[in-house]
């Protein structure tokens, strides 16, 4: 008997699957939801409303699939929370937490590793295992509510693995995350980060779904960006901004630019003007991140240069902040946990 991830499914689903398969009312899924996405609790048994009988067939039948936590590493300036998961098949992801006055967001993982070996990122380092599943992208999320027993109200898709490459089993557990009768998290508080996959931008804003679209640039010529950004050779620049103008077009919401700052190689006055010059005619929000420390020995630009660069694109018009840094103490870059881990192993 293999047993099934209950965070695998969404409402729908959920309910068809236990009332053709136990005959379990309708109405059970409501409350059932209500105990693992509302209450927090992971145990079939400690769900008081439901009869014996059911509980039986549950415990019998499903799972709660929670990744289990291998490491956590925790700001001591502003309690940014690093999770190092270990899965059920034992490979490791990460995710973060990031408290702001106003929120707290969710940095969950799409994929085991990443396919596309950007050059700043430990993640891509490591290389590309597998996808993961719905449950267990859900379960990151459920995990860390538990641990720290608190109301997540933000999430973003900027773990590790490229979200896009992974599109049905993270638009599922959007699904998920948004129905009102499981996790209830609005739409508008999604943001789904991406490398830039042009056809798969263009699928997302033929959903039409209220989540935000940041899409990471980090360049403003293609011969720059092929150095530390090979999916560019696939998608060059013109292909992935064309995309987020259709996705704009049909959406009709702005598109978040990540764009990292590396001193002496993307940071001067005219990559900023290029930059004006690629957003043109479009509603954009660019968030400028001077670089970490990181693996590949890219430094970060003096406070001089990164102002200047901020300053051209605001007298352009173009809406852009400095993102502030979380968790600077304990600033690996995405993936180094994992790596240092799969290190230790061998
Ligand atoms: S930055 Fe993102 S897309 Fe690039 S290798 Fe790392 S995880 Fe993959």
């Known amino acids: ?69 291998v490491q956590k590493q925790i700001s001591k300036i502003d309690g940014t929370t690093k999770y190092l998961f270990e899965l059920a098949d034992g490979n490791l992801i990460e995710s973060v937490l990031i408290y702001y006055p106003s929120r707290t967001i969710a940095c969950i993982s799409t994929q085991v590793g990443c396919p596309l070996k950007c050059a700043f990122c430990s993640t891509g380092k490591s290389g590309f295992v597998r996808n993961l599943s719905v449950g267990e992208i859900v379960g990151q999320l459920l995990a860390i509510e538990k641990d720290n027993n608190i109301d997540i109200n933000n999430l973003v898709y900027m773990g590790m693995g490229e979200p896009l490459l992974n599109f049905e089993n993270v638009i599922q557990s959007v699904n998920i995350f948004n129905d009102p009768k499981m996790k209830k998290l609005g739409a508008r508080h999604i943001t789904i980060s991406t490398a830039g996959i042009p056809h798969k931008i263009e699928e997302l804003a033929n959903l039409n779904k209220e989540i935000r679209l940041s899409v990471s640039l980090h360049a403003t010529t293609n011969s720059q960006r092929d150095k530390i950004m090979p999916i560019n050779h696939a998608y060059p620049i013109e292909e992935v901004i064309q995309s987020c103008r259709i996705y ?92 240092r881990k799969l290190k230790d192993i061998s």
């Open 248 to 339: 704009q077009h049909k959406t009709n919401k702005r598109v978040t630019f990540e764009y990292i700052l590396i001193k002496g190689f993307n940071d001067s006055p005219e990559d900023a003007l290029r930059l004006v010059d690629i957003f043109k005619d479009m509603k954009v929000m660019v968030n400028l991140i001077p670089i970490n420390a990181n693996p590949s020995g890219f430094e970060k630009p003096s406070k001089r240069f990164i102002d200047q660069f901020l300053d051209v694109l605001l007298k352009k018009g173009i809406d852009a902040v400095v993102r502030a840094e979380k968790g600077s103490d304990i600033s690996a870059a995405c993936g180094q946990l994992r790596l």
């Open 1 to 69: 008997m293999i047993m099934k991830n209950i965070l695998d499914f969404d409402y729908e689903g959920l309910q068809k699957y236990l009332t053709e398969n136990y005959q379990i009312e309708k109405y059970r899924t409501d409350q059932i939801c209500d105990w693992i996405y509302k209450k927090r609790i992971f145990n079939f048994d400690n769900m008081t409303n439901l009869s014996k009988e059911i509980r039986k067939i549950l415990n019998e039948n499903m799972l709660i699939l929670l990744p289990n936590i």
